[in-house]
């Protein structure tokens, strides 16, 4: 099993940054790929940032450029550091983590290939 604990979400104006960070404990070493999600009001959620095992990251086309997914190992610990807030970022934000067994498995973001999720933390971004 693996627990997944988000912190750092809260409430920013536009333009400006703000990370969340992911805390992961239990049986770390299995999970080769770690995401972040995330769901706006409405919407279903979506795939944003992942990085695998090996060290490759990749992140989706709407957020390319302003997120940046990033882990500390020795701290069990996965960031997702945003840049240049748009309103539209609105969301909650999830860590999950999955035992895949190929990067590009990881990289696709399949939300059905992710067996462990956190709570979730709130993001609000205002105009």
């Known amino acids: 099993q693996v627990q997944l604990v988000e912190s750092g979400g809260g409430s920013v104006q536009a333009g400006g940054a703000l990370s969340v960070s992911c805390v992961s404990s239990g049986h770390t070493g299995m999970p080769t790929c770690m995401a972040w999600f995330r769901q706006a009001p409405g919407k279903e959620r979506e795939g944003v940032a992942t990085r695998y095992s090996d060290g490759t990251t990749s992140s989706a086309d709407s957020v390319k450029g302003r997120f940046t997914i990033f882990k500390d190992n020795a701290k069990n610990t996965l960031y997702l550091q945003i840049t240049s807030l748009k309103p539209e970022d609105t969301a909650i934000y999830y860590c999950?983590?999955?035992?895949?067994?190929?990067?590009?498995?990881?990289?696709?973001?399949?939300?059905?290939?992710?067996?462990?999720w956190g709570q979730g933390t709130q993001v609000t971004v205002s105009s």
């Open positions: 999950a983590a999955a035992p895949l067994r190929y990067a590009g498995a990881c990289h696709n973001r399949f939300e059905g290939d992710f067996i462990y």
